[in-house]
């Protein structure tokens, strides 16, 4: 970066809150907020699956932004959790975690230009019932909501329709505040003159600041009507299906060539009154009839077949209305671990071809792992304005590979192998879903985002084992 650039940005940061201001302005009641936090033995910290834990030397649960900044500034090494759904270990630190729980405000709703600012902590679910209040929503959802906003944009999560791209996307996310090393406040925003840093920032795995708050750009509120059934795999691969529809993906039940498919689209019918169908499928059908299937498929893995087949023919068609934020997340109270690539979207067809042979020669083998959950199948838009989103540059396909926890710990050789098929397709993993191989090399943009990185922290206080490992370039084993 030039002279001229850097002058630009120690302008703004000086007009930032700075660490000595920090202390005047917390006073006792910030200090014993902070004081009050666990320290060294707080506990165990263990993500959403289970499959990663670490004990760090102290876990700090800040209730404003002065306190925030307070414990990044006093903290040696720093890594922030959310809602601990990612499977892989980017949060494990030894030292210092912050957790934005108690940061989980909407700070302000703009109605007329269609932005709401919240703070990093806050979760999925309720940002949406607030937007819903003022007639707005996000454009796009992805799986759940359960996770928080700084999650959200610090891994690229992703929703379903070639409209849109994640919410790391530039036509999503106009902005962040990110509270750097030193306990200073950065404010990023599009029309600014720091677009560098916040290319960096809107997918940066929490390596160049904590996100105390999120600017997204909103929609107006409409329904979506929900349709699903099941079809052949090649009918639910059809160019059609993703082009025409608002939202569209698919699950592919292994040892079969069938596919539920899901459509979600903009609509003025009028919400179907009688949601007990709805709650039928979402909770009862994907949740305890699936994961009790599986639950005792994994006592005799060979009938994963038989249960597959069984599944499929439960799985019937579906069809209601409602507001977009109800119709595109789901409940998930099946655990399971996950690893889900991104693809170009013409790979699809070639890609579940070779997962599909690769999921038969484990059945056969003599120590087998079978693949004990459907695989899930979106198509989204190539992201715009950030440095290391998985679809820059492209139209993409994500597939998403899954094992359910009752089948034990197997699954690795799995998932190394169709990573393999999907690296050989030139594939990127999900930042926040498992992957064993280094994918810092797949993305051109990497040297920018590392000196947008080192300028912000170059004590390297936001890093931690496995990015350091990333950043250098290292191979197996990587997650």
């Given at each position: ?120 902590g806050c979760k999925l679910a309720l940002l949406t ?160 009839v699936l994961g009790s299937l599986l639950e005792a ?42 690893m889900e690539y991104c693809l170009p979207i013409d ?133």
């Amino acid at each position: 970066m030039d002279r001229t650039y850097m002058d630009r940005r120690q302008f703004l940061k000086c007009g930032a809150v700075g660490v000595g201001a920090i202390t005047v302005a917390a006073g006792g009641e910030e200090k014993s907020m902070v004081a009050s936090t666990s320290n060294i033995g707080a506990g165990r910290v263990e993500n959403w699956a289970g499959n990663i834990s670490y004990v760090p030397k102290s876990v700090e649960f800040p209730r404003s932004l002065a306190a925030l900044q307070l414990a990044v500034a006093n903290s040696k090494k720093v890594r922030v959790i959310g809602s601990v759904h990612s499977f892989n270990a980017f949060t494990e630190t030894a030292d210092t975690v912050i957790s934005l729980d108690n940061l989980n405000r909407v700070l302000s709703v703009d109605v007329e230009q269609k932005l709401v600012k919240v703070e990093g902590g806050c979760k999925l679910a309720l940002l949406t019932q607030a937007l819903e209040s003022r007639d707005l929503c996000l454009p796009s959802l992805g799986d759940i909501d359960e996770q928080t906003v700084g999650g959200l944009v610090s891994t690229g999560t992703h929703g379903t329709g070639m409209q849109w791209g994640s919410f790391s996307d530039s036509t999503v996310l106009a902005g962040l505040d990110l509270v750097l090393a030193d306990g200073s406040l950065l404010s990023l925003n599009d029309d600014g003159v720091e677009i560098e840093f916040l290319k960096a920032a809107r997918l940066a795995l929490g390596g160049l600041g904590v996100v105390y708050s999120v600017t997204f750009r909103c929609e107006p509120a409409h329904n979506l009507e929900l349709k699903s059934k099941v079809v052949s795999l090649s009918e639910a691969l059809s160019v059609e299906s993703y082009q025409k529809n608002d939202h569209y993906e698919f699950f592919h039940f292994p040892f079969t060539k069938k596919c539920q498919i899901i459509t979600r689209n903009k609509t003025d019918l009028p919400l179907t009154k009688n949601r007990f169908g709805q709650w039928f499928n979402n909770v009862v059908m994907e949740n305890l009839v699936l994961g009790s299937l599986l639950e005792a498929s994994a006592m005799r893995p060979r009938s994963i077949r038989k249960v597959m087949a069984l599944i499929t023919r439960l799985a019937g068609s579906e069809r209601y209305v409602a507001g977009s934020a109800k119709v595109m997340s789901s409940k998930r109270f099946v655990k399971f671990y996950e690893m889900e690539y991104c693809l170009p979207i013409d790979k699809a067809s070639e890609a579940l071809q070779a997962l599909a042979e690769t999921a038969e020669r484990f059945a056969k083998g003599t120590e087998p792992f079978y693949q004990s959950f459907p695989t899930e199948v979106r198509f989204i838009r190539g992201d715009q304005g950030n440095l290391l989103t998985p679809t820059i540059g492209r139209d993409s396909v994500y597939i998403a590979v899954q094992s359910h926890k009752a089948f034990g710990n197997g699954y690795p050789a799995f998932f190394k192998a169709a990573e393999d098929i999907f690296r050989s397709l030139d594939g990127r993993p999900h930042w926040a879903k498992l992957f064993y191989r280094n994918p810092i090399t797949l993305y051109e943009n990497a040297e920018r985002f590392v000196s947008v990185r080192n300028e912000l922290d170059p004590s390297g206080k936001f890093l931690n084992k496995l990015f350091t490992k990333m950043l250098a370039g290292e191979p197996y084993p990587f997650s």
